[in-house]
């Protein structure tokens, strides 16, 4: 190691690590997607933060970082067997550490709770807490720059296809009430699945709602919209969202509408800025109802989405024991931010899958609201928190 800096970044501490790449030993080796680990080499609140690669036989690469537990890289083949690489990111750890010039939750495992809470306001056992509102009045993600996406996660166990990271949320953590120790397991699996299972326990009651926030890109270029990707949602029915992204707490049915993605469309050709909900959003931006869950249980064996790139030939299915998916279209990307190597990202260039308990589901299952008893928060204590979500690609011919 070369020398030490220490700088402030937001509102934390971030101490860089710059390793020497001068050959030798202590040279390093660049990734498939052209990461270098020694721009992830640091310290953080006083833990060390490194870049990690899985591999598999296939040619499957996907390299992710312990701080905020995020997917940083996936590469996979595409039709002629050129390895691609289909998420966002950033290609350093200063970008993704600093809060206030390039702020994002590109890649990241996401706690304690994923999506929104109405008004930051929790009630668990009767008992009412005020969370950190950073969303309108709202808590999005677990709340502001200490929500999970911006913690360092221990590393409790790796191999060379899989990793297994680990996080303590003390009791008050952005208001949430309980201790609850998670875990994030992600698997680069033989036939090009990457596994995530996410679990966490509790000594008090308390909602838990984990995911993982990549925004994929399968053209190969994501310097240009990815509007003509081909997507479809596995879901008869979603529920409608106010103008702050709020579920009303009614579920409409699919039919009909620009939401119907039943069968695989390109999302530029549905999408509809006069329907109402796209227009709040300009884009898509809701949770889906999933088929794939029944009888208060979720099929992970089947697909509940899919993405297809006619460029590269690319294909994705997305598989999840949750009642919902959020699906995100990238409508706030277009920042002018470069991301890795420099590129930028603009507006609708991705899609985001993110497995969950409907949004405020806090809110409307302890109201009773209709629909929403299948998307139980709450996490006791003896309890086990498990979230299963797969991303397994392949080349559609």
Known sequence: MKRIN??????????????????????????????????????????????????????????LTNYGGRIVSVNVPDKDGKSTDVVLGYDNIRQYA??????????????????????????????????????????LHGGANSGWQHKVY?????????????????????????TVKATATYTV??????????????????????????????????????????????????????????????IKSVEGTPMDFRQPAEIGKKYDPDFDQCKNTTGFDHNWVLNT??????????ACATLYSPITGIQLEVFTNEPGIQVYTGNFQGTGIPGKHGVLYPKHVSVCFESQKFPDSPTKFTAGTKGWEKSNPYLKPGEKYYSHLAYRFSVKK
Do not use: W
Not at 12 to 32: D, M, P
Not at 113 to 118: D, E, F, L, P
Not at 155 to 177: C, E, H, M, W, Y
């Open 6 to 63: 220490a700088i402030m970044i937001g509102a934390g501490l971030f101490t860089a690590v710059l390793a020497s790449c001068a050959g030798g030993n202590n040279a390093t080796r660049e990734t498939q997607s052209g990461l270098n680990p020694a721009d992830f080499d640091t310290i953080i609140n006083n833990k060390k933060v490194e870049l990690i690669a899985l591999h598999n036989k296939a040619g499957m690469e996907v390299c």
């Open 98 to 139: 600093d809060t206030v010039n390039s702020p994002s939750d590109y890649g990241s495992t996401v706690g304690r709770y994923a999506n929104r809470i109405k008004d930051a306001k929790l009630t668990v056992a009767g008992k009412e807490y005020q969370l950190t509102p950073n969303d309108n009045g709202n808590c």
């Open 154 to 178: 221990d590393i409790q166990a790796r191999t060379d296809s899989s990793v297994t990271f680990a996080l303590t949320s003390n009791d008050g953590d952005n208001g949430f009430p309980g």
């Open 189 to 250: 699996k033989s036939d090009n699945t990457l596994d995530i299972v996410f679990g966490a326990t509790t000594d008090k009651e308390t909602v838990v709602n984990m995911t993982n926030h990549s925004y994929f890109n399968l053209n190969g270029d994501p310097s240009k919209d990815g509007y003509n990707q081909v997507m479809s949602i596995n879901a008869d029915s979603f529920t409608v969202a106010d103008a702050k992204y709020i579920p009303t707490g009614e």
């Open 293 to 302: 869950y029944k009888d208060g249980k979720g099929d992970d064996t089947q």
